[in-house]
């Protein structure tokens, strides 16, 4: 008997060469007993449409996408669902098997973002919310996180004109949810249930101008980047009380929906939660050493 055909996957950037989506997949795929081939892939900036055509052509079946082509992936796609048509970007392709049909779109990184505070055991229903950033990665979450009836959702951004258009245009989600916006250097000093930094901040290991009064008992905050070692941003919340979180759980989670998508079938995330966190850890001890 003929071994069975892997069945072929990716995750499309620019750059590439940092994405842990192919341990998270084959670890899925390991896990449910799919046969699975999952690479990564590097497109020119201005080549997007064309890199995905080839990986078509060569029988892929679906892909993740990274910056800075979610916003070209939803334009790509014929259908969508309705978190990517609010996001306007999508994070997950879903190519057609018979010819003519249109390329399907989905962004997980809400409802990625929501099951990881579920995970953690961080409530959001009747709670107050603060999103730092009025950017893409906001933009994803919303929906889901209004999806859930927060008591209050605020938007701070630097540019406040950002988040004030993202109230507008996301308040026929808000239900009973008092949705607002405001200046990154105006929030208003009281106590929030649970912050969400969005901003890249992070990344260049700064921190946003924020009060120590937005912290209280039971507050949790939550940075959508991660690494090896705590951000500056849970620093600053930790030392001040608050449960601090990274964004490692999202992208294990977004996966997961990803991968549900394709194959009808949910990954148990837990053990890849750890998994990826160690490899994490381990990679930055070789560096450390190098």
């Known amino acids: 008997m003929a071994p069975s055909t892997p069945l072929l996957y990716a995750v499309i950037g620019n750059p590439i060469e940092h994405s842990r989506s192919p341990l998270i997949h084959r670890a899925f795929a390991r896990q449910l007993g799919i046969e699975l081939a999952y690479e990564k892939i590097w497109a020119p900036i201005d080549g997007f449409e064309e890199t995905v055509a080839a990986f078509i052509e060569r029988g892929g079946r679906g892909m993740n996408v990274t910056v800075p082509f979610k916003l070209e992936a939803f334009d790509l796609a014929g259908g969508h669902s309705e978190r990517a048509r609010r996001a306007l970007a999508a994070n997950t392709l879903v190519f057609p098997t018979n010819p003519g ?5 989905d962004n997980t990184d809400g409802v990625g973002l929501v099951n990881d505070l579920a995970f953690h055991g961080v409530k959001i229903a009747d709670r107050r919310l603060l999103i ?29 004109d950002r988040a004030y258009g993202l109230v507008e245009e996301f308040s026929d989600a808000a239900g ?7 200046p990154l ?18 990344l260049s290991a700064q921190l946003p101008p924020l009060p120590d009064a937005l912290i209280g008992a ?12 705590p951000t500056v941003f849970m620093d600053w919340a930790e030392e001040r009380g608050a449960h601090a979180l990274d964004g490692l759980g999202m992208l294990v989670e977004q996966a997961a929906e990803s991968f549900a998508l394709w194959h009808g079938k949910r990954p148990d995330t837990a053990p890849v939660r750890e998994q990826l966190r160690q490899e994490i850890r381990e990679a930055a001890e070789r560096d450390a050493e190098d």
Request: glycine share 12%.
């Open 101 to 105: 049909e249109p390329i399907y779109a």
């Open 132 to 160: 730092l950033g009025a950017g893409g990665a906001t933009r994803g979450v919303l929906a889901p996180l209004l999806q859930e009836a927060p008591r209050e959702l605020v938007v701070a951004n630097r540019n406040p």
């Open 176 to 182: 009973d949810c008092l949705l607002s916006g405001c």
């Open 185 to 202: 250097a105006g929030i208003e000093e009281s106590r929030f249930d649970l912050i969400i930094n969005a901003t890249p901040a992070s």
């Open 218 to 229: 039971g507050t949790a905050a939550y940075d959508m980047a991660y690494g090896a070692e």
